[in-house]
């Protein structure tokens, strides 16, 4: 299976599954071979973007960036705008 195919796959299911959950996930990247379960990884990768959607506050955006060579599979979901990034650290 090719990375895209199932990046485009998970995106899909994002979209689906938070629906009503705040704001949908950017997903981009580069294409590569992929040799795994990928009904495992999708379901692995929707779970996590999910989560990361819920957890981030009005305004805020998540990122999912992959990439992929022979040796190296790369999938970074990125939340932007948490509470953390406002400068609400706490009293730490």
Same mark, same amino acid.
């Given at each position: 299976m090719q990375l895209d195919e199932l990046m485009t796959d998970v995106s899909a299911l994002v979209a689906g599954s938070c629906r009503g959950r705040r704001r949908p996930a950017a997903v981009e990247g580069e294409s590569g071979a992929? %040799?795994?379960d990928a009904r495992l990884l999708k379901e692995a990768i929707v779970n996590v973007v999910c989560n990361a959607i819920e957890a981030t506050p009005r305004? /805020? %955006? $998540?990122? $999912?960036?992959? %990439?992929?060579?022979d040796a190296v599979l790369s999938i970074v979901i990125t939340e932007h705008g948490s509470r953390h990034d406002q400068g609400d650290r /706490?009293? /730490?």
């Amino acid at each position: 299976m090719q990375l895209d195919e199932l990046m485009t796959d998970v995106s899909a299911l994002v979209a689906g599954s938070c629906r009503g959950r705040r704001r949908p996930a950017a997903v981009e990247g580069e294409s590569g071979a992929l %040799h795994a379960d990928a009904r495992l990884l999708k379901e692995a990768i929707v779970n996590v973007v999910c989560n990361a959607i819920e957890a981030t506050p009005r305004g /805020g %955006h $998540v990122t $999912v960036r992959y %990439h992929s060579n022979d040796a190296v599979l790369s999938i970074v979901i990125t939340e932007h705008g948490s509470r953390h990034d406002q400068g609400d650290r /706490g009293a /730490g």
